[in-house]
Every structure is written in C-alpha cells, then in structure tokens.
C-alpha cells in the first residue's frame, strides 16, 4: 500500500543529506512517475519530462527535490527555501504541490482551492526579487544595528521571501522542521574568520561596523585560544 504521504517521507529519508540535487514527481496515489537528477548541486531542470506528461497527470503531482546544504558563511550553513525557479514552475504547470528538503527543514508550496491564479512569469519575477531586495536590505540593517545575527539571515531569508510572495500571490506556504533527518546541523554559534565577513558588511558606512567586526574577532580568538593548533589560521587584521 502506497500514499502520498509514505512515498515523500520515504523520498525525504533519502535525498535530504545528499550534496547533489534529486528530484522526484509522485502523483496523487504516492506513484512515482520519474526521478531525476543532473549530478550538481543545484539546478534540476524538470521542463523537458514534463513536457512527455498530459496536464491532468501534472495538475495531480508533486515534485519533491533536495536542496544541499554546500554554503557556509564561516561555519554558518546557508539554508534556501524554495527558489523563484520553484515556485515559478510550481504555478506555471499548475502542480498539486512542490516541496524543498534540506537536512534542517521541508519548504512545501501548494496550490489553494482557488487555483493559483493567471500566472504571470514576469510578474510573478519581478515581485519575488523586489521583495528579496527589500527583506535582505531590512536584514542587513538589523545584523549592523546588532539586532539579528549573520545566522539568522542566512536560515531565513529565502523563507521569509517564500513565504510573503505565496501569500501575495494566496499559494499555500509552509516550512517545517525536517523530523527524518539524522545529520544535525549546529545552529548555534559563530565562527567566522576575517574572509568570512560579507563585503556588504565590511564595506558598510554603518557607524555600527566596526563593533559588529570586532565582535566576530573575539569569537574567533575565543575558539583559536581553545585550540592553538589553528591559530596558524588566525586572518583578521592587527588592531
Ligand atoms: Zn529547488
């Protein structure tokens, strides 16, 4: 016996420590339909096999897709949601459903009762990157005026963008914690080495800068005290 459900958690147990992309279209029934992956770490282009597929098969499916975790700020993981080539396929082909799986967390995008409206994809474009410009300037603000952490910004800012463009546009957005996983990513502390910090920081005109700087130096001298035997890594620059 097979549903949905038991095929994408099977599916999710799989893909969601892999560091290359896989993606899978199972339809309504848990059936999969095809797999796919192009051996890299980003980018499966699923256009084409949908194309062999009629609109009611594709209406009644979900693609599920793993994002690797192979970005780091430091030893800060970057987390992405959903993309805006995602979430434009999700709507453009109609689909019941497409979900995201990385070893933290399950992005799922699903179409409400309504239909997910005319899909435009320039449209649609537009406002994605115009409210990924607005929410990372208000984050990067926050991170210089010591109010968010570098952390926080790179697990959230995809979702947050996710999730205020889905509810723009009344689609169906969730993020959960991924209960499969068994590779646990640290999401506390910061260590980042001068090299580490973003340009956007370093070349900011923030009167903030140079504590927030100073801030990341002493975490770092704290772990190379604790362990000298890196200090021969030691990058930031003499005071
Ligand atoms: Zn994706």
């Not at 084409?48 to 800060?76: C, E, M, Q, R, W």
């Not at 689909?95 to 997910?116: F, Q």
């Not at 990924?132 to 947050?160: A, C, F, P, T, V």
Request: hydrophobic residues 35%; glycine residues 4%; aromatic residues 12%.
């Amino acid at each position: 016996m097979t549903s949905l459900t038991d095929t994408l958690k099977k599916i999710t147990m799989k893909i969601d420590n892999l560091d290359v992309e896989h993606g899978y279209l199972v339809n309504s029934s848990g059936k999969i339909l095809f797999k796919t992956t192009d051996n890299k770490e980003r980018n499966v282009w699923i256009g084409d096999k949908l194309a062999n597929l009629t609109s009611n098969v594709i209406t009644d499916s979900t693609f599920i897709h793993n994002h690797p975790v192979n970005y780091f700020v430091g030893n800060i993981p970057v987390l992405s949601s959903l993309s805006v080539n995602d979430l434009a396929t999700n709507a453009a082909y109609d689909m019941n459903a497409t979900i995201a799986v990385d070893p933290v967390y399950i992005y799922t995008v699903k179409r409400p009762k309504s239909g997910y409206g005319k899909f435009v994809n320039r449209t649609f474009t537009k406002y994605y990157w115009d409210i990924s410009d607005k929410l990372q300037d208000e984050m990067k603000k926050q991170i210089l005026d010591g109010k968010l952490n570098i952390r926080e910004y790179e697990e959230n800012l995809e979702h947050l963008v996710a999730k205020q463009v889905c509810t723009h546009f009344g689609w169906i957005y969730s993020r959960t914690k991924n209960p499969y996983s068994d590779f646990k990513i640290s999401l506390k502390g910061e260590v980042l080495q001068y090299a580490d910090i973003p340009k956007w920081i370093k070349q900011s005109k923030n009167p903030n800068k140079k504590k927030l700087i100073e801030s990341y130096r002493q975490k770092f001298m704290a772990v190379m005290n604790r362990n000298p035997e890196l200090k021969e890594f030691y990058d930031y620059p003499k005071k």
